[in-house]
């Protein structure tokens, strides 16, 4: 859809297709409410700027909303994107299927929370790289990289769902 449109959905279709992109009620309220916006790079700016300021409380609300890494996205998950952004992982690799797998159950028992990285664009092995290098921050600093991941997740999402008006105001 275009930004036009996207700026004419009521509030409610406004919201669901937000929540797709990043699961946080206040970011997408403050998006919603931020209507209209004059391009799609002003929404994806917008919600970059949002993104940033997640707490922690809201971390974990969005996470709910996200598979493990090397997991078929199951109910509750945001499936359709899910499984496009881990199309780089390979699930007949057994041995990094395996490493991911022990690697994700290290990283919840040390974090609390899955383990969360934007997965478009990156193979199976630098996730697997990430997660191991990830796996020695420290709490405060896994969290900031999380919001980081969260935020990348949320504006690559936003920009396939938005693009800029059909028509540019000028005559052809």
């Given at each position: 859809?275009?930004?036009?449109?996207?700026?004419?959905?009521?509030?409610?279709?406004?919201?669901?297709?937000?929540?797709?992109?990043?699961?946080?009620?206040?970011?997408?309220?403050?998006?919603?409410?931020?209507?209209?916006?004059?391009?799609?790079?002003?929404?994806?700016?917008?919600?970059?700027?949002?993104?940033?300021?997640?707490?922690?409380?809201?971390?974990?609300?969005?996470?709910?909303?996200?598979?493990?890494?090397?997991?078929?996205?199951?109910?509750?998950?945001?499936?359709?994107?899910?499984?496009?952004?881990?199309?780089?992982?390979?699930?007949?690799?057994?041995?990094?299927?395996?490493?991911?797998?022990?690697?994700?159950?290290?990283?919840?028992?040390?974090?609390?929370?899955?383990?969360?990285?934007?997965?478009?664009?990156?193979?199976?092995?630098?996730?697997?790289?990430?997660?191991?290098?990830?796996?020695?921050?420290?709490?405060?600093?896994?969290?900031?990289?999380?919001?980081?991941?969260?935020?990348?997740?949320?504006?690559?999402?936003?920009?396939?769902l938005v693009s800029e008006s059909a028509y540019s105001g000028k005559d052809t």
């Open positions: 859809m275009d930004i036009d449109e996207f700026n004419r959905l009521n509030e409610h279709a406004a919201g669901s297709l937000l929540t797709s992109c990043l699961a946080v009620p206040r970011w997408v309220d403050v998006l919603v409410s931020g209507r209209p916006y004059a391009t799609a790079a002003a929404l994806v700016e917008a919600a970059g700027r949002q993104a940033s300021t997640l707490t922690a409380a809201e971390v974990e609300t969005a996470l709910a909303r996200h598979p493990r890494i090397g997991e078929r996205a199951g109910d509750g998950h945001d499936a359709e994107f899910s499984e496009r952004e881990q199309a780089g992982f390979d699930r007949d690799d057994t041995d990094v299927t395996a490493a991911m797998a022990l690697g994700n159950v290290e990283y919840e028992r040390r974090f609390g929370r899955v383990f969360l990285i934007r997965a478009a664009g990156r193979s199976a092995e630098e996730m697997l790289a990430e997660l191991r290098r990830r796996l020695a921050n420290s709490p405060t600093n896994e969290v900031g990289e999380v919001i980081r991941e969260l935020r990348e997740i949320a504006v690559l999402r936003l920009e396939q």
